[in-house]
């Protein structure tokens, strides 16, 4: 069974012009944004092959993506959503943007749970909405007692009050666990703030732990689910995602305007559809490849840069490591870039949490791994 991220080689990668291989100069190593060093799954080249084929790329029409998302998501979390309650968006930051306007006035507080995914802040923002942090607890987990302060203080606000879950969560692959999950519903009741659950990267949790969809929980009718095949299957540029809304919820989503509805790419639809239907076996390949690398690069802390600290994630292909004890500073991505030519997500972005740790992206060859670490290694040195 082929590793899929054994397949290409740095050369293969270098010709790529997205972000990850051409925001920094060609001597540096990229480790950061969330794309994968891979090729795309068979069954994907097939079908958008075949929609090119026939000129098949006007607009979108019907229900294909939601009704493939809940075949998956009833195999995988045994969990299925109604197809009927949900709409497809251009992309999950965009159709959190959308629905924050839906369920919350300009000036709302909305709860992140930081370290957290950067744009979290900054589309909030974007959005007129104030962002409070509560940030995780022991063991990178839901501090449910900072939560609930966060929310008392959200709901204070009197203009709608939402919280941005991120299940699981980016940057520290933290994979919350039934129990923690209906801790946040029943706080989230309580307080009355409605809930996004961004389950961006819900196909990608590893064999000891499981992914628990929010909306497959009781107390969860008012909030939505955030999906997308985009970061399982590397689709980031075939824009499309889906939005689910819990059953007192659908009302709401009702009202998503049709110029969002419309807005994800045909081509990225079918793009996503193949993925979810056809190419489940080329993700398990994936996630056994992932789990080597997430293992491969302990023994390459622990031999080179003993300092460090890391748990491997359970879910995502980002591993967050802390290197505090390394003496670099609050921005440590900053001094592997300048004297190891290695990039990697900047630590301090992600909010209070992140000062001296830096996310690394897993999703590439052990060889590129081994040269990462060996990179931030020779920055120490
Ligand atoms: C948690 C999380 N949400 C959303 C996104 C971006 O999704 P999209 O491109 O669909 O807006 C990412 C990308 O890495 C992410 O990590």
Same mark, same amino acid.
């Given at each position: 069974m082929t590793n899929p991220l054994n397949l290409l080689s740095l050369d293969d990668l270098r010709r790529r012009t997205s972000m990850k291989w051409r925001h920094f100069a060609p001597d540096v190593l990229p480790l950061w944004v969330a794309e994968m060093d891979v090729p795309l799954a068979e069954p994907i080249v097939r079908a958008v092959g075949q929609a090119l084929a026939i &000129?098949?790329?006007?607009?979108? =029409?019907? $229900?294909?993506?939601? =009704?493939?998302? $809940?075949a998956f998501a009833g195999e995988r979390w045994g969990w299925r959503f109604d197809v009927q309650a949900s709409s497809n968006i251009p992309d999950v930051m965009g159709g959190i943007a959308e629905i924050l306007k839906l369920v919350t006035e300009p000036g709302a507080v909305v709860v992140v749970n930081s370290p957290v995914y950067t744009p979290f802040y900054r589309y909030v +923002?974007? /959005? &007129?909405r104030r962002v409070i942090e509560a940030p995780l607890g022991a063991g990178q987990r839901i501090d449910p007692e900072t939560l609930e302060r966060a929310f008392a203080a959200a709901a204070a606000s009197r203009r709608g009050a939402a919280f941005l879950l991120c299940n699981p969560?980016?940057?520290t692959g933290t994979v919350h666990s039934r129990e923690e999950l209906a801790v946040v519903a029943g706080l989230a009741e309580h307080h009355g703030v409605r809930v996004l659950a961004d389950e961006i990267h819900a196909p990608i949790v590893h064999c000891e732990s499981a992914h628990v969809p929010y909306l497959?929980?009781?107390? $969860? +009718? *008012?909030?939505?689910? /955030?999906?997308?095949?985009?970061? &399982?299957? #590397?689709?980031?540029?075939?824009k499309a995602a889906l939005v689910v809304a819990g059953a007192d919820a659908a009302g709401d989503l009702e009202r998503l305007p049709q110029e969002v509805r419309s807005g994800p790419s045909h081509v990225g639809l079918?793009?996503?559809?193949?993925?979810? *239907?056809? &190419?489940?076996?080329?993700?398990?390949?994936?996630?056994?490849?992932?789990?080597? #690398?997430?293992?491969l690069l302990g023994e390459l802390l622990a031999d080179q840069l003993p300092g460090a600290v890391y748990s491997p994630p359970a879910g995502t292909y980002l591993a967050w490591i802390d290197c505090r004890a390394l003496g670099l500073g609050e921005d440590p991505a900053a001094v592997f870039l300048e004297r190891g030519r290695v990039a990697l997500s900047s630590g301090p972005r992600f909010g209070t949490g992140g000062a001296g740790h830096v996310r690394l992206n897993l999703a590439t060859s052990p060889e590129i791994l081994a040269d990462a670490v060996a990179r931030m290694a020779s920055a120490i040195r």
């Open positions: &000129g098949d790329t006007g607009y979108p =029409e019907g $229900t294909a993506y939601a =009704e493939a998302f $809940t +923002e974007h /959005m &007129g969560h980016n940057p497959s929980l009781a107390g $969860t +009718e *008012r909030a939505f689910a /955030m999906l997308s095949a985009s970061k &399982g299957w #590397n689709l980031a540029g075939l079918i793009a996503h559809v193949a993925a979810l *239907r056809d &190419g489940r076996a080329w993700l398990d390949r994936l996630l056994s490849g992932l789990d080597q #690398n997430r293992r």
